[in-house]
């Protein structure tokens, strides 16, 4: 079965920078989450989009900006990078069809800022 | 706000013994509550979920937890763990804010080491 794909598994960026991060969700799944795990930490929700439109909001900085896409995939646009940004960001997908509300991980993106 | 509590940070068990992971959960209505499992500098992975019905919930890998409400519980069980058991599980609570906002709140997490 296809699962959520996140490119790129690993990236590491400069102090300042800008990075994007990509998300494919399950086929005919709607809704895309974006989760951010410190080390050491729990997942913490970021942003969510429902039929390619914002749906919820979590602790995601101003610097952090997001979209999905006709496709129903998703970017993450996190500018002026900080070393504390250095996380592993997850993307989830799941549909509300047949009552289902199980929300599918991907593998993450492990983002190091040096 | 709802709120997931898992007690203990840390757990080490004997491989072949039983395993009990804890989850306590706030929340005003009947929560949809999940564990998840992650291997280090992997993905999660969904062990078993629980929205309504038998409280007693079967997952993969041998796992089942049992729904409390009077203790508003959630604890996560295995009658013999193996070695390939050793991870991070995490216990979520979906919150329902509208629409189709189905955001998950996790637990701190509970790491599990196995010895031999």
């Known amino acids: 079965a296809a699962g959520v794909i996140q490119s790129p598994r690993h990236l590491i960026k400069e102090k300042r920078e800008t990075a994007t991060l990509k998300c494919y969700p399950i086929?005919?799944?709607?809704?895309v989450y974006w989760y951010q795990q410190g080390p050491g930490q729990d997942p913490q929700f970021l942003i969510s989009?429902?039929?390619?439109?914002?749906?919820d909001k979590g602790s995601i900085p101003d610097r952090f900006s997001a979209q999905q896409f006709s496709d129903y995939h998703s970017e993450l646009n996190m500018s002026s990078l900080e070393l504390g940004d250095s996380a592993l960001y997850f993307c989830?997908?799941?549909?509300?069809?047949?009552?289902?509300?199980?929300?599918?991980f991907g593998p993450g993106t492990r983002l190091t800022v040096t | 706000a709802q709120s997931v509590t898992q007690p203990d940070i840390h757990i080490t068990v004997s491989e072949g013994a039983s395993l009990e992971l804890r989850c306590n959960y706030s929340?005003?209505?009947?929560?949809?509550l999940f564990w998840y499992v992650q291997s280090p500098g992997q993905g999660l992975q969904l062990l078993l979920k629980?929205?309504?019905?038998?409280?007693l919930v079967q997952g993969i890998k041998g796992f089942e937890a049992e729904f409390k409400r009077s203790q508003s519980s959630f604890n996560l069980r295995k009658p013999s763990v193996h070695w390939s058991d050793a991870a991070e599980y995490f216990c979520?609570?979906?919150?329902?804010?509208?629409?189709?906002?189905?955001?998950?709140?996790f637990g701190k997490g509970t790491l599990l080491t196995v010895n031999p």
């Open positions: 929340y005003g209505a009947t929560p949809y």
């Open positions: 979520a609570v979906w919150r329902d804010s509208g629409g189709s906002n189905y955001k998950l709140t």
């Open positions: 086929p005919r799944h709607d809704t």
């Open positions: 989830a997908s799941s549909t509300v069809d047949r009552g289902s509300y199980e929300q599918y």
């Open positions: 629980y929205f309504s019905g038998d409280t």
């Open positions: 989009f429902y039929e390619k439109m914002q749906s």
